[in-house]
């Protein structure tokens, strides 16, 4: 597709069962990145992809929060034992390089993910 | 933790009037971009700035940056209703890849 796509757009869930969201980058696009905003807030860093490298994890809040990336394109972020803390809009970005290693550092949203725990 | 904070938080204004929002940030950036949010969903990429730049235009867009006072604005002419948005800085550490950091936002109401 053209851009970003992620879903489901929304997805309501009960406390304590897990979530998968599932994130399209733009296709060849190498880097991927997680964050999440909550009610009001700005957006919070939560992971980052990078080619074959291994992860930035560093903005995952807890240990009930990991995500893949297979292949190189498609990702996915687990939430596991939600809490009704987990609810927020998560957003997924990607973004490339030339092929002249010219770095392109914007970065490209989808629509993201709006997860209620009820 | 977020490094960057907009300011005002939130602007009201008429639409032909121009719109000004600010950034400050706390460390040392390789750029610093600008992104709009439509109803709290998908944001949209405005303006880049690098750090060894001082202005940079984009149609109605004019951003600032200065580096000694660690701090960037965004100004918006002649503003429309369709302008309505939150606006959000965002700052990149390092050349190349790198995660954003995204500042609370100014919410830009332009009415008719």
């Known amino acids: 597709g053209a851009g970003v796509s992620q879903s489901p757009s929304n997805k309501v869930t009960e406390k304590g069962k897990d979530v998968e969201l599932r994130c399209d980058p733009i296709?060849?696009?190498?880097?991927l990145y997680w964050y999440r905003q909550s009610l009001g807030q700005g957006l919070e860093f939560l992971i980052y992809?990078?080619?074959?490298?291994?992860?930035?994890k560093s903005g995952l809040p807890s240990d009930r929060f990991s995500a893949e990336r297979t292949g190189g394109s498609v990702s996915t972020l687990t939430i596991q034992r939600t809490q009704q803390e987990d609810s927020a809009v998560y957003l997924c970005?990607?973004?490339?390089?030339?092929?002249?290693?010219?770095?392109?550092?914007?970065?490209?949203f989808g629509p993201g993910t709006r997860l209620t725990v009820l | 933790s977020q490094q960057g904070e907009e300011d005002p938080q939130a602007l009201s204004i008429q639409e032909g009037e121009n719109a000004t929002m600010n950034c400050s940030y706390k460390?040392?950036?390789?750029?610093l971009q600008w992104y709009r949010q439509n109803s709290g969903r998908g944001l949209v990429h405005l303006i880049l700035?690098?750090?060894?730049?001082r202005e940079k235009h984009s149609g109605r867009l004019r951003v600032t940056l200065d580096t000694s006072k660690k701090s960037s604005s965004l100004l918006i002419t002649a503003s429309r209703a369709a302008d309505t948005a939150s606006y959000f800085c965002?700052?990149?550490?390092?050349?190349?890849?790198?995660?954003?950091?995204f500042g609370k936002g100014t919410m830009l109401l332009v009415s008719p």
């Open positions: 970005a990607s973004s490339q390089t030339s092929g002249r290693g010219i770095r392109i550092d914007t970065q490209y």
């Open positions: 296709s060849g696009h190498t880097a």
């Open positions: 992809f990078q080619g074959n490298s291994a992860p930035d």
């Open positions: 460390t040392s950036i390789n750029n």
């Open positions: 700035i690098r750090s060894n730049e």
């Open positions: 965002a700052t990149g550490r390092n050349s190349g890849y790198s995660t954003l950091t």
